[in-house]
């Protein structure tokens, strides 16, 4: 797949010709399948990549367990938490639908730290931005009932990954559970309630919110 430089995140916008050139001899665009792992939890931290179509999900291994802090989509970066951790990845990424992922090797991304001060400056912006989400995440995992955990789930894909109240689920409801830190059967019956109570309409993968003020209520309160 042949990528261009307006491809890139805005990252990378200031590179001059030259450095651009060290970036794609350094660098691999690959395409995944469905449920394919994209990088291993306590592998070593190789590349820093970027979505370039499709959607991936980052989440922690525990105890035979998962726990899915994110999901990316096209434009967003991951791994870049993980370049100055001993070298090794915190979290393991899977795709959720076919993906294509586009990897700079993780030298030239601490080069280009180094070297660009207005990179650096968007690479803290990057990890500022992923440690605000992780706090949110830790309030909503343990300061909040199920209701609650659900209620923020779908006003996050509302909000953040689909842009509409209507969208397409794509992630299995077992993704849904790991997202939420609750059992699959608790995210169906969840779900199920939403929909009984009319705060959702649900037709097989389809989404719709009918009551995004009853959501927000049961993420403030939940």
Not at 51 to 58: A, C, R, T
Not at 161 to 169: P, Q, R, V
């Amino acid at each position: 797949m042949q990528i261009k430089k307006e491809d890139f995140p805005i990252w990378f916008d200031q590179l001059t010709d030259e450095h651009w050139a060290i970036v794609l001899k350094n660098s691999v665009c690959l395409d995944y399948n469905k449920n394919e792992i994209v990088c291993k939890q306590g592998s070593f931290a190789t590349n820093v990549s970027f979505v370039v179509s499709g959607m991936l999900k980052v989440y922690r291994e525990y105890k035979g367990e998962n726990l899915i802090m994110s999901f990316v989509r096209k434009g967003e970066v991951f791994g870049l938490s993980s370049i100055y951790n001993n070298e090794t990845n915190l979290f393991s990424v899977a795709t959720v639908m076919p993906t294509t992922v586009f990897s700079v090797n993780v030298n030239i991304i601490k080069n280009q730290i180094r070297e660009y001060p207005d990179f650096a400056e968007k690479s803290i912006i990057q990890l500022n931005k992923e440690y605000s989400n992780t706090i949110d995440r830790i309030i909503s995992l343990t300061q909040k009932q199920l209701n609650g955990r659900m209620a923020d789930a779908l006003l996050h894909f509302s909000r953040n990954i689909y842009g509409s109240d209507e969208f397409n689920m794509q992630i299995t409801r077992r993704d849904m559970a790991d997202f939420c830190g609750m059992s699959t059967e608790s995210a169906i019956r969840i779900l199920k309630e939403f929909h009984n109570d009319k705060i959702i309409n649900i037709e097989g993968k389809n989404v719709k919110i009918l009551s995004k003020q009853l959501l927000e209520s049961l993420s403030e309160f939940g």
